[in-house]
């Protein structure tokens, strides 16, 4: 059995998406293909790193190395709130980082290289201004966080912790996509994640969740997740964990082909070498031939059936001889009951629970129920209807 690698949100996301794709990244360590956005998103979030680091007050309580694990029923205490003292670079000082930060990695043209350097140098400024005005109070940047999350090894990169007014902690995320909503943050995995990483290692409360769009300076902020939300989380985290376990790497094709490096190595797409092409196109040919005589002997079957049964129904016989077997006709019956109908009486009579799937069984036990008021057993009864279904077999005939 492999073991359990911790799964970061990235590392989660991919294998939900296409489970091969994640074995070819994470297991194989097969390379991607530099991509500029990539490098201008990460180049983008090492400088912002150095801006804020020497902001950073490490001010929040940690979770004791020999504290055991919290689970999804436990939740943190308020804490005391506390300050940070500042110590800013100048905006020179921030462009010339970002100069030395600078990579030409995975850009398709020196004209895509520099209409992407010059958005980093605008978003650096705008959020340097921003970063004058508002003066958070960070209490890590950029931190490795690794929790035991009820038996699921997680871990994560949190760009930015902040301490908020109230004395807990506040989860930001830098984007530097072109276009974030609020809906984003809400559904975002990724900072449900997050959340968990800082409630596993710290021991204030996580107060909120943002995303922050750095192209327009907006903090999408949300509420921390409820315990419900972050269990269906873990639930989906554990189906993947039950798949790498089972070893389970089939290809899924889908949107996420379009920039997947490993088209050449996935079944989906690669094709069939031109040695067993001629062998191969053959079978495939008797297939689609066999596939289209399948469907014509179907058609033809049912066919002569419903003929056997319509001459059946006429003489009233069950049994009719061929040459070599007898034709035998059967029947399958079934019960069927819409409790629509009745559904406001059995609420009124507090029956509702005994009804609950609607099984002809269950149906049954409430009206052969003498305790049950026998005009409510009589109404239930009524929405009952018989369904047969006739079909033929063959016996020898000699061998009934
Ligand atoms: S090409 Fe598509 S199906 Fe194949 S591994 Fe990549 S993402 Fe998965």
Redesign the pocket.
């Known amino acids: 059995m492999p073991a359990i690698p911790a799964l970061s949100y990235s590392s989660f996301r991919t294998y939900q ?5 994640w074995r ?1 990244l994470y297991i194989d360590r097969l390379p991607e293909t530099p991509r500029g956005y990539f490098t201008f998103g990460r180049v983008v979030h090492s400088v912002l790193e150095e801006l804020v680091a020497p902001l950073v007050v490490p001010s929040a309580r940690r979770v004791s190395e020999n504290d055991r694990q919290r689970t999804l029923d436990e939740w943190h205490k308020a804490p005391a709130g506390s300050t940070a003292p500042a110590h800013l670079m100048s905006s020179e000082e921030l462009l010339a980082a970002y100069e030395r930060a600078w990579s030409s990695e995975g850009y398709t043209s020196p004209e895509e290289e520099s209409r992407y350097r010059a958005l980093g140098r605008e978003i650096l400024l705008r959020y340097y201004d921003f970063l004058v005005r508002e003066r958070p109070l960070p209490i890590s940047v950029e931190e490795h966080l690794e929790a035991r999350w009820d038996g699921i090894p997680v871990h994560g990169y949190i760009d930015r912790i902040d301490r908020t007014p109230a004395g807990g902690l506040e989860i930001v995320d830098y984007k530097t996509s072109r276009d974030l909503s609020n809906e984003d943050a809400r559904d975002s995995d990724q900072l449900s994640l997050y959340q968990v990483l800082v409630e596993s290692n710290y021991a204030e409360p996580v107060e909120g969740l943002t995303l922050y769009h750095l192209r327009s300076l907006t903090p999408l902020r949300v509420a921390p997740r409820e315990r419900a939300e972050l269990a269906g989380l873990h639930d989906r985290l554990g189906t993947v964990v039950d798949g790498i376990r089972a070893e389970a790497y089939e ?4 949107r ?2 379009a ?5 050449d ?5 690669r094709s069939v070498p031109p040695a067993d092409g001629d062998r191969l196109r053959a079978l495939v040919d008797r297939f689609e031939s066999l596939r289209a005589e399948e469907n014509r002997l179907e058609g033809e079957l049912r066919r002569t059936a419903e003929e056997l049964h319509r001459a059946a129904e006429e003489l009233g016989v069950h049994r009719v001889p061929g040459s070599r077997s007898v034709a035998v006709r059967r029947r399958e019956e079934a019960w069927q009951y819409s409790l629509d109908p009745v559904r406001p009486l059995l609420e009124r009579s507090g029956l509702s629970h005994r009804v609950t799937s609607g099984t002809p069984e269950e149906v049954r036990r409430l009206v052969r129920d003498a305790t049950v008021d026998p005009e409510v057993r009589r109404r239930v009864a009524e929405t009952g209807a018989r369904r047969v279904k006739w079909y033929w077999d063959l016996e020898s005939e000699n061998n009934p």
Do not use: K
């Open positions: 998406e296409c489970p091969l794709r070819f290809p899924t094709p889908g996420q082909c920039r997947c490096d490993f088209q190595r996935c079944p989906e797409f």
